[in-house]
């Protein structure tokens, strides 16, 4: 699990990111010296919030596993992987012809590099300094995910990087050194390590505690390491260095780098695993937010925080302006077609206990839920309180409201109405008996499994809504957060479709994830196109369909915890079983096989094609609702899960200016790239 030192939040949420940067724009208090953070250990249920991996790395068994970790359905051989920190650091401050300052870094971290089946060990890890997110196609083997045969040894590679290889190459000394590389694998300095007595990848289990110091001022690089029996280090650092290296950093690395780590495998193979980290950074002056750009591209923290940046100055103060142009939201309020209802605060209050943490229900992006009872009628109701501050709240309340209060169908969950006042923003929903889905079908073996005809009209009621939302409405919407924890059930377990605290009409100006809020949802639930548009649009609820379709019929989260054999995606998993032709294997064990066959088979398999890589290629809502009425086939679905490739045909950069955008595979996040040979 990952902590962050100040002042980068490890899991920022767009409210405290903002907090965070509106007190560190407008206090001049507290300078901060050092960026950073540090992982103890690694945690895939919240480290994905902060690290990117890339090509088939994966979090898994409390490490990062930089190339597979997994015998049986994974290949091994010629690999290569990346996995860096989200959040980018400015490096070097000035001019790019004559910086006037190096930023310093100081970093440890303990690694384990294991032959397979002690085999011989190949090829090696990489501490990088990276310019941006990407993985070069074809750095397996030799490459150690650095760079390829077309790009190593090019300047614009802008990559630093320590290595440490076990496989001896025509270039390199042996097969057991470190080395220092810039842009290229052609190491500018090595040293071997049988002279130290160190073996990177014996049979036997070892770790190696690892040290890198640069000191912007001397231009210098320092590398120290031991070994050590236990993950655990409990050797203090050695007193000189294992290599020395002069390097002005600057001259290499872009002005806003990653922090992380290459691996690669070749024709043979071995573990590459990295199982604590620890990083500082010297703070450079904020100058131009340079680095506000590049974050777009990084992933969703990252993106959140660039945004944040960027836009709680400027908006802020423009909100504030407007604001004070109309301090009067009732008017607004009041002018909506067929608005509902309006409450008093004081029975609101009194309904939930005085928003008792007991009646809590649950939390969203932008508020908390919670139950009450409105005595007077002796009705049940759901209330939810908008969290954030109040310029802020007031936009998207009314965003909710103008969407909600138009909004009427049988699976979404209805609204009675709202309140303001106190500076309080409420909306009262109706109350769902039975709570959300997740609650359902995670459940733990004491309560009641979900039997399998509640499950299928789950799924067709979630459809259902969201044709309604994406073609039926007048106003096309998107959901743009669907997951079980915001499927409600009422008391005939029908699905209904609840938190539309992040749907915003489509109107050309708000479709966009790169809003204030930087991309919502949650990962497994985001379309991989969403990591590089940065944008919601229909295909990519449909791609969070995909992953509520699944989990529904599986049993599972869409991604790990419970490991699917080796798969860190639910649908990873699924894809597999596909292909071997026993996809019905998926079907959550605790139904006890007490299911209908040919549901279950139409459900995975729409599963799988509303989570296909390529968004063109996800069936549209008509066919959906379609297919799960039984009256048309499903659509055939193949065997391989094609690979994610940016850009991909169709979804063009918005930028206009395409430099630097390489295609890439993201099959770590989507499934690894199987249209390299299997064995
Ligand atoms: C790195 O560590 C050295 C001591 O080994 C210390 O003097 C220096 O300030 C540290 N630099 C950063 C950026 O943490
Ligand atoms: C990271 O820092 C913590 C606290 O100083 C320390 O206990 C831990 O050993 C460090 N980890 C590594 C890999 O150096
Ligand atoms: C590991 O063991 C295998 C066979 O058991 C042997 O071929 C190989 O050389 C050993 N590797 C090392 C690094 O000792
Ligand atoms: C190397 O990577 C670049 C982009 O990262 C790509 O354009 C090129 O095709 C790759 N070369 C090989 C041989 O894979
Ligand atoms: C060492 O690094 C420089 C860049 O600083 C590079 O131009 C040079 O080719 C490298 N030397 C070797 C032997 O790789
Ligand atoms: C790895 O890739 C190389 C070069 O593309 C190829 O010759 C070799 O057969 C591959 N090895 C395996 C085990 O796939």
New binding site residues.
Partial sequence: MGRALAPLPANPTSLSLLLLLLLHLFSPLQPVEALGFQFGTFNPSTDYDTLAPIGPAVINKNALQVTPDSIGNVILTNQSGRILYKQGFKLWDGPPEAPTKVASFNTSFVINIS?IK????GEGLAFIVAPDPNLPAGSFGGYLGLTNATTDGHASNHLLAVEFDTFKQDYDPDANHIGLDINSVESNQTVPLADHGF?L???HTVFFHVWIEYDGGRELLEVYMIDEDESTPTKPKPASPIMTANLDMSKVVNQNSYFGFAASTGDNAELNCVLSWNMTVEELPKGTPAGLVIGLAVGIPAAALALAGAAALGVWAWRRRAAARDPNILGTLKCLPGMPREFKFRDLKRATGNFDEGNKLGQGGFGVVYKGVLTAESRRVAVKKFSRDELKSKDDFLAELTIISRLRHRHLVPLLGWCHQNGMLLLVYEYMPKGSLDGHIFCGPERQRLEWSHRYKIVAGVASALHYLHDEFDQKVLHRDLKASNIMLDSNFNARLGDFGLARAIDDEKNSYAELEGVPGTIGYIAPECFHTGKATRESDIFGFGAVILEVVCGQRPWTRAEFDGFQFLADWVWSLHRDGRILAAVDGRLGGDYAVEEARRLLLLGLACSHPIAAERPKTPAIVQILSGSVEVPRVPPFRPAFVWPSAGLLNEEGDTTDVTPMTSSSLFGPDWTSDIR
């Fill in positions: 032959p002690n085999g011989t060990p073996d990848a014996p049979n």
